[in-house]
């Protein structure tokens, strides 16, 4: 971009830029944060455009940020990102609502056979023939003044995208895809899944052994942890790392001179802490056993991994014979399933995803389906 565009950093500026986007049908939307030493991400500046305009506003600038919140929550107004969970993060953190309503071309261009989760510099070369140069893609968006060069690097990321949406969008609709992507679009509006809860932090830590009565101190530890994070509005690692948690669910400590001898335990910790982290766990302790966190008694046979290798070859498959991602289809927690005899609830026998790949996979496991090689390409035989 040539011109010369100026963040909007006064409120009259705002308020004609409003103005301007509350008439339009669809808007391009992007932010701009910084979250390197907080656990809520800094807001640094939100881009939008229409189809002839585009501005950056500078949410640093201490402006009444009321009219932007009234554009993403306007239903006459369909807000178009790439990539959204973390805009979206944002958004409903600030409004306590979720922009409405959204579509996002990263989740669309799953569907037009350009693969799992493909970036945003992809995405402009294949529908615009643009290469995007990358060079202030590390800025410090929280810095003031911004360079024009950033500034026209920001904007550029809603610029390109507002003339991607009505490709991808043809696109999709040539294939008869409208519905599938509405459906996949429709979990992004979700609250929970912007929601951290606490009491289930845990479950993300990664465990090579566990027992019921170290994973319960786990998830108080984890909770408070947590918890204090959002207070401090610090990283969870700059407080206390995930495998020092697990030591202390190990170790069980009673005094602050044995929680201090646990390994990699952080020194800059101050007593309050310790005495916390002892409550934590003296609590953690006094829970009754059935009150503990369920361990999986599954007694499924165990999977052989030359069949989930096989699975995964037909999910190939039946991904580029289709133009669809791999993801979109199923991930590998569902290929696990189908080989232990499951079907209940599960997506991928329902709707196109059983057409095109769920019933698929039961012929391969019947015994009904075959591979071969022909000309350097996989083919499937029915038998």
Not at 67 to 81: A, G, R, T, Y
Not at 169 to 194: C, P
Request: net charge positive; glycine share 4%.
């Amino acid at each position: 971009m040539n011109e010369i565009i100026k963040p909007i950093t006064d409120q009259n500026t705002l308020n004609d830029f409003y103005n301007k986007c509350k008439i339009e049908k669809v808007l391009a939307v992007d932010t701009e944060f910084i979250r390197d030493s907080t656990y809520y991400p800094s807001l640094c500046l939100i881009q939008i455009a229409g189809i002839n305009f585009a501005a950056a506003i500078d949410p640093l600038a201490k402006l009444d940020m009321s009219p932007i919140w009234e554009l993403l929550l306007n239903k006459n107004i369909l807000k178009v990102f790439h990539a959204c969970r973390q805009d979206i993060e944002i958004f409903f953190g600030l409004m306590g609502e979720i922009p409405t309503p959204i579509y996002d071309t990263q989740i669309a261009a799953m569907f037009c056979g350009l693969g799992d989760q493909v970036g945003y510099e992809s995405l402009v070369n294949n529908f615009l023939g643009l290469s995007i140069n990358k060079e202030h893609q590390f800025t410090n968006w929280l810095q003031r003044p911004l360079s024009q060069n950033q500034i026209n690097y920001a904007i550029s990321d809603v610029t390109h995208l507002i003339n991607i949406f009505p490709l991808i969008r043809q696109a999709i609709k040539d294939n008869n895809r409208e519905e599938w992507v509405t459906k996949e679009l429709e979990h992004l509006s979700k609250k929970e899944l912007y929601q951290v809860k606490a009491d289930e932090v845990w479950k993300k830590i990664k465990l090579k052994n566990s027992n019921p009565q170290m994973l319960n101190l786990l998830k108080y530890l984890a909770s408070w942890r947590e918890n204090e994070c959002k207070k401090r509005n610090i990283p969870r690692n700059r407080l206390i790392r995930d495998d020092v948690l697990i030591n202390i669910s190990f170790s069980k400590p009673k005094t602050i001179s044995e929680l201090k001898k646990i390994r990699a335990i952080p020194k800059n910790l101050s007593n309050d802490d310790f005495c916390q982290i002892l409550e934590v766990v003296d609590k953690a302790q006094k829970v009754k056993r059935e009150e503990w966190p369920l361990i999986s008694t599954s007694t499924s046979p165990q999977i052989s991994k030359s069949s989930l290798e096989l699975l995964k070859i037909l999910l190939k498959y039946c991904s580029e014979e289709n133009g669809l991602a791999e993801k979109v289809i199923a991930n590998t927690d569902d290929l696990k399933s189908i080989l232990e005899g499951q079907k209940k609830n599960m997506k991928v026998f329902t709707g196109w995803r059983n057409k095109i790949f769920g019933e698929i996979a039961l012929s391969l496991l019947n015994g009904k389906l075959a591979f071969k090689m022909e000309k350097g390409k996989i083919k499937k035989i029915d038998i």
